[in-house]
């Protein structure tokens, strides 16, 4: 069964504390997979998509990771401003989106 | 990046009536358009897929009579939810894909049915 699974569910950090988040999938082929942000009320923000194994995209204090099972999210030294919910989408060669229920990340300062 | 718009931002009525959302595609076509539902502190719910010129594909369990979607044009697509009750109450979200893999969020619409 294709899925998306994140983790961990709630993350709290201090300002400046590094850490990563994890987005685990299993699909039957792998067209891209996606990583937002989304804030309270408002609608998820794009952040990277990551297509093959090994690839990495960075942007500011965030950098995206994939391998064939699974990809991650590393925040470097996060500010409070860093705050929202992160969500993970796989697109399958199937057409089909999966997306997993995200991980809320709160940096307190 | 691609700009997705809604209208309404929030939208309060009473049970019974009916309410329309509107997508927007702003600087680019799209012959389809994904319809989302999120409740509180859950993810995302894909509803349907509004297609261009033809009808919308919705997802098991979600009822195509309550939730009409009408994708009259490249740019628009409209969800209206027929005969509200409370439990319909909920954040609805549209995206679209500009050309390539990804997709591109509105900014939401808060429903809340009295």
């Known amino acids: 069964e294709d899925q998306v699974t994140q983790s961990p569910e709630a993350l709290r950090l201090q300002e400046g504390e590094s850490s990563s988040l994890n987005c685990s999938y299993t699909?039957?082929?792998?067209?891209?997979l996606f990583w937002y942000r989304q804030d309270p009320g408002k609608g998820p923000e794009f952040l990277f998509t990551?297509?093959?194994a090994g690839e990495e995209k960075e942007k500011e204090r965030l950098k995206a990771t994939l391998t064939k099972k699974e990809s991650f999210l590393h925040i470097t030294a996060p500010k409070p401003e860093d705050s929202a919910t992160y969500l993970c989408?796989?697109?399958?060669?199937?057409?089909?989106?999966?997306f997993g229920t995200g991980t809320s990340l709160t940096v307190i300062p | 990046g691609a700009v997705v718009s809604q209208h309404p931002s929030w939208v309060i009525c009473k049970s019974g009536t009916s309410v329309k959302i509107e997508c927007r595609s702003l600087?680019?076509?799209?012959?389809?358009m994904f319809w989302y539902r999120q409740f509180p502190k859950q993810s995302l719910m894909l509803m349907a897929t509004?297609?261009?010129?033809?009808?919308?594909?919705?997802e098991q369990g979600v009822e195509k009579d309550k939730f009409l979607i009408n994708h009259a044009s490249l740019t628009l697509s409209t969800l209206t939810v027929t005969s509200a009750h409370p439990e319909d109450s909920s954040f609805y979200i549209c995206?679209?894909?500009?050309?390539?893999?990804?997709?591109?969020f509105g900014p939401g619409t808060r429903l809340t049915v009295l």
């Open positions: 995206s679209a894909p500009p050309g390539g893999n990804e997709q591109f």
């Open positions: 699909v039957s082929g792998l067209r891209g």
């Open positions: 990551l297509y093959s």
């Open positions: 989408a796989v697109h399958s060669t199937g057409n089909q989106f999966y």
């Open positions: 600087d680019f076509q799209a012959t389809t």
């Open positions: 509004s297609n261009e010129g033809s009808k919308a594909t919705y």
